[in-house]
């Protein structure tokens, strides 16, 4: 009997200890959904001063130049053009206004090419997916990335509007080195205003947004005028927020 409870007492303790470390995970998890939440519910009413996406690209510039800064000016709605939404949404959501988040449809074709590549090449990512990543997770890929992905755009989604949440993007997502928004970057390229920004601006903003720091360097790419062309012939159908 002795013999027995001698074999129950290492056990014993090796499952109480798994016990604190899954409790202990459980806890940090929860800590981290809660504090996601907080800071959604302040970006429901007040713009963020900087997003995590910000703060690495800043990370990363200052390593070569101390001095380095962003271009960041918030606007509201309003004051960005409507050309400039349908064109984001015809580019990088067409199902915006209708899901709950997730376009699974993009996922199981995403889910494929990664599969065919090996690798993470492609997200399938929903304009909230986006905006998920851009104020709270980094530029990585990879799937633990996705999985917190997915829960801080179903806080996103069940926090916010869906003018909020386009409002939010707009204006936080980068276009360009050390561009961020659509104010800033209606100045850097056209010298305008977001709210001045034609069809064909906008067209050309939205063709940049998958990869801005590649295009910013090459305007004249024969993919890019062809993603325009494509963009501005499907933005009259656009349903915004």
Do not use: C
Request: glycine share 8%; net charge positive.
């Amino acid at each position: 009997m002795s013999g027995g409870s001698t074999a129950r007492g290492p056990l014993a303790r090796v499952g109480r200890a798994l016990f604190l470390l899954l409790a202990a995970l459980v806890a940090i998890a929860l800590a981290w959904v809660l504090w996601i939440a907080a800071h959604i519910g302040w970006y429901r009413y007040y713009p963020p001063g900087e997003t995590a996406f910000m703060a690495e690209r800043m990370a990363e510039a200052r390593a070569r130049n101390p001095k380095a800064t962003i271009r960041y000016q918030w606007v509201p709605y309003a004051r960005i053009s409507a050309n400039l939404k349908r064109a984001m949404i015809v580019a990088e959501d067409a199902k915006f206004t209708e899901h709950g988040g997730f376009d699974w449809d993009g996922i199981q074709s995403a889910l494929e090419k990664n599969r065919k590549k090996g690798q993470v090449v492609a997200g399938g990512s929903t304009i909230t997916q986006q905006l998920a990543k851009n104020l709270f997770l980094s530029p990585a890929r990879s799937y633990w990335r996705k999985g917190a992905e997915a829960v801080v755009t179903m806080l996103l989604e069940a926090m916010l509007p869906k003018r909020r949440i386009l409002e939010l993007y707009l204006n936080v997502i980068e276009w360009g080195s050390g561009v961020f928004g659509a104010e800033a970057a209606a100045q850097r390229y056209f010298g305008v205003s977001a709210a001045e920004l034609s069809a064909e601006q906008s067209a050309r903003l939205a063709a940049m947004a998958p990869s801005p720091r590649v295009f910013e360097k090459r305007p004249g790419s024969a993919y890019l005028s062809g993603r325009v062309s494509t963009i501005l012939a499907r933005m009259p159908a656009a349903a915004i927020p």
